[in-house]
């Protein structure tokens, strides 16, 4: 972690560390090139839910920041309530399909059905409404996280060399083995307030103010208000607030709210947390009898890289779609950053003269967006309370954590 200024407004220096990380926070955001609306981001929650601010002793953001990145909780287990209100419009329940068609990946068979258990769609869901998880965690070999839903959970495992996925609904099960089991999947989608922060927290350079805002207690502990804004005009993001444990370092819960104003963004945070040691049962997992078993493949994340070698570290870090799209470039520095890759497709959206389904998707979607023209064309923006999205006619995605005259700005840069 770069060093903090010394008085509480924080910046810390650019490097190819950050340069990387914002790259790595594009994981988050859904490709828009079908959906025409971007979703999902580095993580969040809405003001704190405070009990009472704790009497403790005063703290710098440097030394804060430093408390977080030093902080080794191996053990733990808990409760997270995880909340998201991106205003993404109303799809009538199209955007569902959409997402669970683009989240297929390796072990699914190829064939668009995969495994309901598969947690590379699974753990979509997290992106829209309201969830309670239960996560659990002994060393960096033994976690788990469980989705309760209603009348149903899905729990996924992560054992040693094994990832389970289980979806009780269903009653099917996802299984890889290897050793880039340790890394996937249960690390592409963040679910607790960690994940959260370690996302955020390598957003910080000299664009970003970091301030110790006062004290909080969350899930019955002390906890410390570490806030994060950016410097810049332009962004969607209004504030990012950080509950951190005053004994441990963790983060024990997460706020976004945008620069629009209202409530926040998402909302993930521990209702209970404890840090003992879990029961070794806890991570044990049998498939149940009649279950069915889907395999996934071996060495998934190895595989992945080797087809998309030009591309590097982009490449990786949008889990293969860089591959498939031409290459990803990021335009801007800081929290003006934005995502601009081709997808090869000419005229914009589909419209009615496609025929079709296709016809019908393009002139559904384009109703919600709004058309923009300057140096580089002609285009539409989507819109939701965080990220936007410009699709231009020549088939090219602009999107990020910005307005949307950023976005034409960064379309007419690439010019």
Do not use: C
């Amino acid at each position: 972690m770069a060093p903090i200024d010394s008085d509480d407004n924080t910046t810390a220096g650019e490097g190819e560390e950050l340069r990387a990380g914002r790259r790595r926070a594009a994981r988050y955001v859904v490709p828009v090139a079908v959906m025409g609306v971007a979703a999902a981001t580095i993580g969040l929650v809405p003001a704190l839910a405070d009990s009472g601010d704790p009497d403790l002793p005063k703290i710098t953001a440097e030394q804060l920041v430093q408390k977080i990145a030093e902080s080794d909780t191996q053990q733990m287990s808990g409760t997270v309530r995880i909340s998201t209100d991106l205003g993404l419009p109303d799809l009538g329940g199209l955007e569902s399909g959409l997402l669970s068609g683009m989240s297929a990946g390796p072990g699914s068979g190829g064939d668009g059905e995969g495994s309901a258990a598969d947690p590379s769609a699974k753990l979509t869901e997290l992106v829209s409404g309201s969830h309670t998880l239960r996560v659990a965690a002994d060393g960096p070999d033994r976690q788990k996280v469980s989705l309760l839903e209603d009348a149903a959970e899905y729990s996924l495992i992560h054992n040693g060399k094994d990832v389970w996925g289980y979806d009780s609904k269903s009653n099917e099960v996802y299984h890889s083995t290897g050793p880039g089991s340790a890394e996937r999947p249960e690390k592409d989608v963040p679910a607790t307030p960690k994940d959260f922060a370690d996302q955020a927290l390598k957003a910080i350079d000299d664009t970003t103010s970091v301030t110790v805002g006062g004290t909080a207690q969350v899930a019955g502990r002390d906890a410390y208000r570490l806030v994060v804004e950016p410097r810049q005009d332009g962004s969607t993001v209004g504030a990012i607030t950080v509950a951190v444990d005053a004994e441990t370092g963790t983060p024990l819960k997460f706020t976004l709210t945008p620069a629009s104003g209202g409530a926040a963004v998402v909302d993930a945070g521990f209702t209970k947390v404890s840090f003992a040691k879990p029961d070794a049962s806890t991570f044990d997992f049998t498939p149940p009898e009649g279950a069915k078993v889907t395999e996934g493949d071996e060495g998934d994340e190895g595989d992945e890289g080797a087809k998309t070698p030009d591309h590097g570290r982009e490449a990786e870090d949008l889990g293969g779609l860089a591959g498939d799209l031409g290459g990803l470039d990021v335009i801007g520095e800081g929290w003006n950053s934005v995502a601009a890759f081709d997808t090869g497709a000419r005229g914009g959206l589909p419209t009615a003269s496609a025929g079709g389904d296709l016809g019908d998707l393009g002139g559904f979607l384009g109703s919600f967006g709004d058309q923009v023209k300057g140096d580089f064309g002609s285009g539409t923006v989507f819109k939701t309370r965080l990220v936007n999205a410009l699709i231009t006619d020549d088939g090219k995605v602009y999107a990020g954590a910005v307005t949307k005259d950023a976005l034409v700005k960064a379309a007419d840069a690439a010019q």
